[in-house]
């Protein structure tokens, strides 16, 4: 329909997807269906940061046991948000702000649009007062439990918003992942 050729079985698995890669995701807690596959490799590849749209708290499971002891979690509303992005830079440690509503602080634009300057050769970003380094590999997660919400436009270009509510496919293949882990314990470690 918009002239663009794209081949009829196109996956964004099949183009983008590490089968090692996405093995590890789903024994960190991805459900194993392709929509939450699709999500986590836009979550991974994408060049800005991803606003996950998550009721279930799925991708927050994964987010966490991908990252264990290399993320400092906070909340949008958390008194010391600043001090926890700093933190987490400092540390090279990844950033898990949970739980947000339909806005985000302001102050985190800086980090969101990639402000970053050149300091006598270093790449820095400000973070409150402090001038903080700045690493390609850091990593900024956002969260928000909202089933249905509605960002404003000056939000949506400035992250990733990927939605990782079950869908009913979704679900049927969690749940015939569930039977066999119970019923056939030998075929789930096999594929393990």
Request: charge should be negative; aromatic fraction near 4%; proline fraction near 5%.
């Amino acid at each position: 329909e918009s002239g663009i050729p794209a081949a009829d079985d196109f996956s964004l698995v099949k183009t983008l997807g590490n089968p090692v890669a996405i093995r590890k995701w789903n024994i960190n807690g991805l459900p194993t269906d392709e929509t939450s596959i699709d999500s986590a490799i836009m979550v991974t590849n994408g060049s800005r940061f991803p606003l996950m749209i998550d009721p279930q708290e799925q991708a927050k499971k994964w987010i966490k046991n991908s990252n264990k002891g290399k993320m400092v979690i906070s909340r949008m509303n958390h008194k010391d948000l600043l001090r926890h992005a700093e933190q987490a830079r400092r540390a090279g440690h990844s950033l898990l702000i949970e739980d947000i509503e339909e806005a985000i602080e302001g102050s985190l634009d800086v980090i969101l649009t990639k402000q970053i300057v050149e300091d006598g050769g270093r790449k820095v970003i400000k973070i409150g007062e402090n001038m903080v380094d700045w690493e390609e590999d850091f990593n900024l997660y956002i969260t928000t439990k909202l089933p249905n919400p509605h960002y404003l436009p000056e939000i949506c270009i400035k992250v990733n918003i990927l939605n990782f509510t079950v869908t009913t496919s979704g679900l049927e293949d969690q749940l015939l992942g569930e039977v066999v882990k119970q019923e056939r314990p030998d075929v789930e470690e096999r594929k393990n």
